[in-house]
């Protein structure tokens, strides 16, 4: 819901690293700049009001080729695939977002429950912006 959420309300497109340790956890995406209190707090309702929504999160398999005609590169993180893997695993979020992962995922996201986010960090020379989070 996070990436979901940082992609539509401030356009950050690529995840440049993810870590999850039970209810915590930290997303850093390649962006730009230092986001403002209310573009963070447009953030975290955004990936809250999806949270509530209780959307479906289907896990699916597609033929690498036939995946990136129809998604696109959005599929991908900063992390690369190899070139010999033709077959990926995909979770999407229906109007929402789409990504390739090979973990597991819940049903229903509402069963993730509320999200808080941390203190944001932001490396201008790196132009990446991590984000802290701890689920409720």
Request: with cysteine; aromatic share 8%; charged share 30%.
């Amino acid at each position: 819901m996070l990436k979901g959420a940082l992609q539509n309300v401030l356009g950050a497109k690529w995840t440049a690293s993810t870590y999850v340790s039970g209810k915590h956890g930290r997303l850093t995406v390649k962006f730009d700049r230092q986001p403002t209190p209310e573009e963070l707090n447009r953030v975290e309702e955004a990936a809250n009001q999806k949270v509530e929504e209780g959307a479906e999160i289907l896990e699916f398999e597609m033929d690498r080729d036939e995946a990136e005609n129809h998604f696109g590169d959005a599929i991908y993180d900063l992390f690369p695939v190899p070139a010999n893997i033709t077959r990926l695993k995909l979770v999407r979020i229906p109007d929402w977002n789409v990504n390739c992962c090979i973990e597991r995922h819940v049903d229903s996201t509402s069963l993730v429950g509320p999200i808080r986010l941390g203190r944001p960090r932001f490396r201008n020379s790196r132009k990446e912006l991590e984000l802290e989070f701890d689920l409720q």
